[in-house]
């Protein structure tokens, strides 16, 4: 079993820059591809981003390209998620979960297992 931690989330001004955290125990984190994920008050979580196990395929949602980009250092069994040029609708818990591994839509929840406690992203205007 793995343990996720997700961290760096807060308070920020629209148009400032974000980096969150993602850190597992448990199991070292090269084992798994990685997702991130958001959850907006009274919304669905939907997808942000998705990483390969070493970190050479990327995923992004639409809404987040060009702004969000995700790396890993496996050395640290941290994924982060580097989110620039915030919005207020990036305002949400962003989750970090590892990839179970089965064939699938990385872009749907379904494929994932573990998934951290959150945390607090929100950008005011």
């Known amino acids: 079993q793995v343990q996720l931690v997700e961290s760096g989330g807060g308070l920020v001004q629209a148009g400032d820059s974000l980096t969150l955290s993602c850190a597992a125990s448990g199991r070292t984190l090269s084992q798994y591809a990685m997702g991130w994920f958001r959850q907006a008050p009274g919304k669905e979580r939907t997808f942000v981003s998705y990483i390969s196990q070493s970190g050479d395929r990327t995923l992004y949602a639409d809404s987040v390209k060009g702004r969000f980009i995700c790396f890993r250092d496996n050395a640290k069994s941290t994924v982060y998620l580097q989110m620039s040029s915030l919005t207020p609708e990036d305002t949400a818990v962003y989750y970090c979960?590892?990839?179970?591994?089965?064939?699938?839509?990385?872009?749907?929840?379904?494929?994932?297992?573990?998934w951290g406690q959150g945390t607090q992203v929100t950008v005011s205007s």
């Open positions: 979960a590892t990839d179970r591994g089965v064939p699938g839509n990385k872009m749907s929840s379904y494929v994932y297992d573990y």
